[in-house]
């Protein structure tokens, strides 16, 4: 077989950007199905479940689609393939052996994929992603060992443990990926406008970042000094503050697309600093936690996901409307689920509430993906 008549590699996230739109629609909804009905369905989603799916199975997709870039079909339908399986084997059955096999199976399969692409950087810094996404996709080990197969007497973190340093890498990650983004897109449209902007990566801020967020990482995998890791996210949430007011964001309004990625990066800052009032005062962390999750990581995967679909189909940005109305209804996601606290079941009105924000905004990012996939567009050119 010649060269040319090599099939041409696709672009991953024609595949995973409508899966983890669609998983991220059935997942919440269902995930309350369960308790809020007295019924034990669906049980791949309840408790400490539905975090290890909106992590290792929504937040992990996002990933895949963002960074594996266009890869051979034969690698594609293999990852399509275990995430698809390890997904519908969590849901329906996840104390099996497969089900707690499957989900570990596919981070290391994107890790295997995705870390070398980081490797090529001088600047350790640059560098950074690939340590950061291997971590979390070994994190699913982790969970798998604590869940089904940790000794009685067993020192290391539990479930939940493991949940909220999961949540604190992906605060690492998107700080870290978020300003990656913003930073030079920014510039480039005030560039354009006869504005410049000297204040790009700020590369002591993100230095520091990455530090403090990486030591309230480790903190919180091993639940010790939580007056140290909640000084350090507090430091965390101030430093996301300043590096986002540093890029002057409010001079792009004819931009939606990047003021929401700037909005996700906001709510990393009140993620941030809430969860380190709550390990401060020695509160319950969960709805702190879900700043994170809905807010900062609903809103950045939904920008980076319209954004990368709609350039990629029709080198424009998103429209307006879909991304005003998407940032207004993640948002009110995430303040519903705040104001449930930490017994969020007493208050079943507030949670239908932010589950149906999340899923309708998520519907409509899948309809949007799933409509701009034509042929001509899958493959790179």
Known sequence: ??????????????????AAATWATLAVPLSLLGPLSGQGWVPGLIGTSHGHEMIFGFALAVIAGYTLGPQPVSVLLLLAGVWLLARSAWLIAPETTIAQTLSPAFALLLARYTVPRFSAAKKWRNRIAGPLI??????????????????????????????????VGLLLLMTFMGGRILAPAVAGTLEKKGIPLTARVQPRIEGALLVLLSA??????????????????????????????????????ERPDLLMLGLGYGWLAVGSGCLGVALAMGEASVPALHLITIGGLGTLSTGVMLRLTWQRAHRTPPPHWQVLGLAGLIGGAAVCRFLAGSHPFNAPSLLWASATLWSIAFTGVAVQTIRLIQPAHLRRK
């Open 1 to 18: 077989m010649t060269g040319s008549s090599r099939p041409r590699p696709i672009f991953a996230f024609w595949f995973f950007f409508p």
């Open 216 to 253: 309230a990482f480790l903190l919180s995998l091993g639940a010790v000094l939580p007056e140290l890791a909640a000084t350090c996210l507090m430091a965390s949430a101030a430093l996301i503050i300043i590096r986002l007011g540093r890029w002057r964001l409010w001079r792009c309004p």
């Open 134 to 167: 291997l971590l979390l996709c070994l994190l699913p080990i982790g969970f798998w060992f604590t869940d089904t197969n940790a000794p009685a007497n067993y020192p290391g973190p539990d479930t939940h443990q493991l949940m909220q340093a999961g949540v």
